[in-house]
């Protein structure tokens, strides 16, 4: 006997007690989604490896350590999209979306980064996304942040709270990065493994180490705060008044950076204290270079990224029941000649919108009654050859709505419905 096959390690099943929970939280996202005028667009699993390596930045964990990335039979390197922003830009300056107007865009669907699987953490994982194309102005970055609050609001997720920074501009940050490499280099022995290495390739993302010892030293480190010029100061000003007028509260967070490379200007996170480490549940900020350096027109935008495991996780946390809507109808026959009968009885029941599981095969009353009421229908029809012989049909509650009562083909439904 062959062994058993399991699933990939880190690409986990979903099983059927755990779809109704996406199924909401799906429903939930593209009614918000939908409310702020975004429309859908749908990009490939599989890019090209280049996409990723040029957008989020080679010296990124994602790109040296988590991208599923190969050579295929035709000598071209591809991999499996560990994020979707940089693909949605890639086919707007494809197909010509971009061009001289302002787009609303939103996505839904599998990432994949070969990540240390955790709680909270998987290497096949689901992100929900929005993403609005040309517009410079702070309007737009507190549009994608109201539209995650709104989300929390909708899923009925509390304890939920927002994160700002601003990266400011390129000129910003290369003063910044030359004050912080000067601040670090003078404890560079006391800095991880990771830090040193990233010192003079990608200093910035030192601000985002884990490690404690790092972390100590970071507390007295230049701050980006103190290097704004005066344009990226009045934009997050502009930023944090709109949100003021929202009554959206927030943490201005010194340290705040991302860990993809396209970031510039406003960057932003919502946090919960429910999930342990993996405390980030919603992630985005402006990126307005990016849309230029995958060759189209320079083009301002901004946007977010939610995981939905992390969602799933966080209303189960919240222990918010979900109203499922119960099997209307067990369709139970107790011959062969009933089985037949039954089939164009439960399609007319389906037709008019009531949800009908055909037992399938004949067996005892008994133990079908015994699957009926585990199935947690509301009612189950009985068909034997009996019924069948007069046109009828018994139908039986199955939460005491009332007694079980023989009901011509025809009535079957105003009975249920009455």
């Known amino acids: 006997m062959s062994a058993k096959l399991q699933s990939v390690k880190g690409m986990n099943d979903l099983l059927p007690a755990q779809s109704p929970y996406w199924q ?24 090209k490896t280049a996409l990723f390596v040029q957008s989020i930045g080679e010296q990124t964990d994602i790109v040296e350590k988590e991208m599923f990335a190969f050579e295929d039979t035709g000598g071209e390197f591809l991999c499996m999209r560990p994020e979707c922003t940089a693909s949605v830009v890639r086919a707007g300056v494809q197909h010509g979306l971009f061009h001289n107007t302002q787009t609303r865009l939103w996505y839904m ?56 920074n601003s990266l400011g501009s390129d000129a910003c940050r ?40 790092t972390r100590l030293i970071l507390e007295n480190a230049p701050v980006i705060n103190d290097y704004l010029d005066d344009v990226s100061n009045d934009h997050f000003s502009q930023v944090c008044s709109l949100l003021d007028s929202a009554d959206i509260a927030y943490t201005i967070d010194s340290s705040l950076v991302r860990g993809l490379d396209y970031y510039t200007s406003t960057v932003f996170e919502w946090k919960t204290g429910k999930l342990g480490a993996q405390n ?27 995981g939905m495991e992390r969602l799933v996780e966080l209303l189960i946390e919240e222990n918010n029941t979900l109203e499922i809507k119960p099997l209307d109808i067990w369709f139970i026959t107790l011959d062969d000649a009933a089985n037949n009968a039954a089939f164009p009885l439960a399609e007319t029941l389906r037709d008019s919108g009531l949800t009908v599981a055909m037992n399938h095969g004949v067996g005892k009353l008994k133990s079908q009654l015994k699957k009926a009421d585990v199935s947690g229908a509301k009612f189950a029809l009985i068909l034997g050859q009996a019924e069948l012989e007069q046109g009828l049909v018994q139908v039986k509650p199955l939460r005491g709505q009332f007694e079980s009562q023989d009901v011509v083909f025809g009535n079957v ?6």
């Open 174 to 213: 290369v003063r910044y990065r030359a004050a912080l490499v000067d601040y670090l280099a003078q404890h560079f022995d006391a800095l991880d493994a990771d830090s040193r290495r990233r010192l003079d390739s990608n200093p910035l993302r030192i601000l985002d180490s884990k490690n404690p010892g």
């Open 109 to 164: 669907g599998p990432m994949f980064r070969r990540e240390r699987p955790q709680k909270g953490r998987y290497r096949q994982f689901s992100q929900f996304g929005m993403e609005a194309i040309g517009w410079p102005g702070a309007e737009a970055d507190v549009e994608v942040m109201l539209a995650g609050a709104r989300i929390w609001k909708a899923l009925g997720v509390k304890d939920v709270h927002l994160y700002l």
């Open 24 to 47: 909401f939280i799906e429903q939930v996202l593209r009614e918000i989604a939908a409310a702020y005028a975004y429309d859908e667009i749908r990009t490939p699993v599989l890019e």
């Open 280 to 306: 980030t549940v919603c992630a985005g900020g402006r990126y307005d270079d990016l849309v230029e350096r995958r060759g189209g027109r320079s083009t301002p935008a901004c946007g977010f990224a939610m």
């Open 413 to 418: 439904l105003d009975v249920i419905n009455s």
